[in-house]
């Protein structure tokens, strides 16, 4: 039998840490490897399929447009394309005027930066503490953590960081020099951490105040993970740039960067060449109608309280601390994530971390109940029995 994860571990670069398991095949929310073993799976790529994997209305808007043109330039207007940019623009609910369409979390950051300073004119950015943004030279350099960016220098300049949801600390960095700042609703790889709404809406204020623009980058909290359509309406403010990727293609790259009206970049400025392609766009409209139509939003939000009411963080003494928002679920632990997970998977189910001591689970929004509480007892065991 082939074995995958030796080809990969001697031909891929060594970015990642591979987990031992060769996944295949995937249905709803189960995964299977390639011997056969099926697993609940709560990684779903990072939290990007969303609507499950090899959703019925997405495998069949991608064959279909894969047959009818996949590739088209920006320079083309494409029926796939400006049909998602109509749906688009009616499932956001911030008042948002344009958008550029990409292929990624970290494009939609960098176009963001180029937005932000070709628009202000000014040079500097602030981002916070734990941020993540993504891996690209403008991405990490809003990204906080030292491991995702010291090897790298030069990074672009410009970039601070002040203390996440501490608004005295964060306010005070945003000046007239600001050309943006970067936010999370709830941040993501730096363990699971709802934003305060007195917190946002005090950054909100400032930077009406200097003309800082709000980037929210919703990239992984985005297409109903948290319980509503987008996070940023826990907070009732609505961003100057809003950044998607993720699960907006229901599997396929894609990335987007919405902004509000008065924002713009001329000819030339930017482009891409897979940027809002007809196969992606194609894709992104099933995933847009499948949420609505399933209201997979309020679905989050209800399997999320499932959640907290089957899992008592008080029953483990290594438990610090459950966080939560709908089905972005984070569970921090005393020690070590690892060891956990590993056990996890042995009993079929798939989590992460999210740093080195929190577990991690981003189910699909179609999880059935049945496999969502399987997922809660297999970390309720990990946490009984590792030890
Ligand atoms: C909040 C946030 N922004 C940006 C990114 C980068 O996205 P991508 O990996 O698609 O470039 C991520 C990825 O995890 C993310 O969580």
Redesign the pocket.
Known sequence: MTDFNAIEESRSLSCYVKRGVALVRGEGARVWDDRGAEYIDCVTG?GVANVGHANPRVAEAIAKQSRTLTTCSGVFANDARAKLLEKLFDFVPFAMEKAFLGN????A?EAAIKIARANTGRENFVAAMRA????TMG?VSATHKSDYRDAFAPLVPGFRHAPFNNAEKFVAAIDETVAGVFL?PVQ??GGVRPADEAFVRAVRERCDETGALLIM?E??TGFGRTGKRFATEYFDVDPDVL?L??AIGGGVPM?ATMVRAGLDLTPGKHGSTFGGNPLACAASLATIDEILERGLDKRAAELGERFDERFDPARHDVVRERRRLGLMIGVELKTKAKPYLEHMATNGVLAMTAGPTVIRMLPPLTIEIEEFDRAIDALDEALREVG
Do not use: P
């Open positions: 990072h990624s979390g970290a494009e950051v993540f943004h993504g891996r991405a999370e993501g790889e980058d990239a992984q950044l990727a993720k990335g």
